[in-house]
């Protein structure tokens, strides 16, 4: 797989991503999606996210900072988004941390996102599992979500994330493992959340969302792994990021994946 074949279509679109996210990735998200190419915009009242949605390129979803008009928002724009053909990304932040976070992340589920994209136990929570999240963090391993990723793509019809150190990717019947990243990227906040709508900008101009996600990951994390070489913390490293996101080209993201697909 050349994941550069799904690089460069969505540089010379500069797709349109809708984000409906949380309070604190706004602005890494925004920096993110730029830096790569894409066109962001975060539109959340409920007034416009169903209109927004329906002109956008892709939406994507994240439940990090809950609320009664968010999700509503959320819900008529996931309704908006698939009504007019455009793929949707689900990020279930925290799925299994409350009662309310279950109840509204099964209410957008019934929506039929066409990825989710979550750490293990976020996933395993939405499999109907018992995760063992810390808050917004994983406690399971991704190899524990394996299992339940493919039956969560099997039985919503769409395709399944779990990222971890090694990410697995799977619709149901193919799967991947991405191996790219860096150990600093966890100590960011807001990367992961990122990283959905790396994964909405790279489905906006594919046919096929699981090689599409396949590419967004690997293209994230040779980024993360060019950023690592100059960076000593954290600071620096969210510095080098953006940068390295807009320098990783087609040849050096091809070079440089490492993409196990079965």
Request: hydrophobic fraction near 50%; include cysteine.
């Amino acid at each position: 797989m050349q994941p550069s074949l799904f690089l460069t279509p969505m540089r010379q679109a500069a797709p349109l991503v809708h984000n409906i996210t949380n309070y604190v990735a706004m602005n890494v998200m925004a920096n993110v999606l730029l830096a790569a190419g894409a066109s962001p915009a975060m539109v959340h009242a409920r007034e416009e996210a169903s209109e927004f949605a329906g002109i956008a390129s892709a939406l994507t979803i994240n439940i990090g900072t809950l609320s009664p008009e968010w999700v509503t928002a959320m819900l008529q724009a996931a309704d908006a988004a698939r009504g007019a053909g455009k793929p949707w990304v689900f990020d279930p932040v925290a799925a299994g941390a409350t009662a309310y976070r279950r109840k509204e992340s099964q209410l957008l589920l019934e929506k039929r996102p066409a990825i989710i994209r979550g750490n293990a136990s976020e996933i395993l929570v939405l499999a109907g599992e018992a995760g063992a999240g810390k808050g917004v963090d994983a406690a399971d391993s991704v190899a524990a979500a394996q299992d339940a990723a493919q039956a969560l793509a099997q039985s919503h019809g769409c395709v399944v994330i779990a990222t971890g150190q090694i990410d697995f990717v799977t619709d149901g019947a193919r799967t991947a493992a991405v191996r790219n990243g860096h150990e600093m990227m966890p100590r960011v906040t807001a990367l992961g959340c990122a990283l959905t709508g790396i994964v909405g900008a790279f489905a906006a101009v594919a046919k096929d969302p699981f090689e599409a996600s396949v590419a967004a990951l690997a293209y994230y994390g040779v980024a993360g792994e060019l950023a690592g070489r100059s960076s000593r913390g954290p600071g620096s490293f969210a510095v080098a990021f953006l940068d390295a996101l807009m320098a990783v080209d087609g040849a050096t993201l091809d070079a440089n994946a490492k993409i196990d697909l079965r």
